[in-house]
């Protein structure tokens, strides 16, 4: 039986996986610095919690706390701990369920939004001098190719985390 009849990958299958995933970890790592950079200059410094937050409430509207925590894939105590500082810092406000009155939901304030459109902001002008020179096919094409990777990340059952190789 080959590989193939198997479901199992190839031997050119994992060694284009196996480079993939070294440039993955190096693209993480880049990250990684560049958000440390970021931070320093960002008077408001959020961790990367918060501001997974505040991108949810924004795009995705109002949000249970329970909720929130599933989708970001944290825990609930540190979805709380955030909630707060978020709610300090007039970034997020808590609000009766429309769907039952005895809980609440969090939502995205105008000071919030502002806040996140500018980081947004950052963001794609930052990402837009690192792809001067690409031509918009190649960026195109990237984005696709991500998405698509996203996409495969995120419908994937298993539910375990990648060896220590992995986390780099």
């Given at each position: 039986?080959s590989?193939?009849?198997?479901?199992?990958?190839?031997?050119?299958?994992?060694?284009?996986?196996?480079?993939?995933?070294v440039?993955?970890?190096?693209?993480?790592?880049?990250?990684?610095?560049?958000?440390h950079?970021?931070?320093?200059?960002?008077?408001?410094?959020l961790?990367?919690?918060?501001y997974?937050?505040?991108?949810?409430?924004?795009?995705?509207?109002?949000?249970r706390?329970?909720?929130l925590?599933?989708l970001?894939?944290?825990?609930?105590?540190l979805v709380?701990?955030?909630t707060?500082a978020?709610?300090q810092l007039g970034?997020i406000e808590r609000?009766?369920?429309?769907?039952?009155?005895r809980?609440?939901?969090l939502a995205?304030?105008?000071?919030?939004?502002r806040?996140f459109?500018?980081a947004?902001?950052?963001?794609?002008?930052w990402l837009?001098?690192l792809?001067?020179g690409?031509s918009a096919a190649?960026v195109?094409?990237?984005t696709?190719l991500l998405?698509?990777?996203?996409?495969?990340?995120?419908a994937d059952p298993?539910?375990s985390e990648p060896?220590?190789?992995e986390?780099?």
């Amino acid at each position: 039986m080959s590989p193939a009849d198997s479901g199992a990958p190839s031997d050119a299958e994992l060694a284009a996986a196996d480079r993939l995933g070294v440039q993955l970890v190096r693209f993480a790592r880049a990250l990684n610095r560049v958000r440390h950079r970021s931070a320093a200059d960002d008077a408001r410094h959020l961790d990367k919690l918060a501001y997974a937050m505040l991108f949810r409430l924004v795009e995705h509207g109002p949000q249970r706390t329970g909720r929130l925590a599933e989708l970001l894939y944290a825990e609930i105590s540190l979805v709380s701990r955030q909630t707060r500082a978020l709610v300090q810092l007039g970034l997020i406000e808590r609000r009766a369920d429309p769907d039952d009155g005895r809980a609440s939901v969090l939502a995205a304030t105008e000071d919030g939004v502002r806040v996140f459109e500018q980081a947004r902001q950052r963001r794609s002008e930052w990402l837009a001098g690192l792809v001067t020179g690409w031509s918009a096919a190649e960026v195109g094409q990237l984005t696709v190719l991500l998405d698509r990777l996203n996409d495969g990340i995120e419908a994937d059952p298993k539910d375990s985390e990648p060896g220590p190789a992995e986390r780099g």
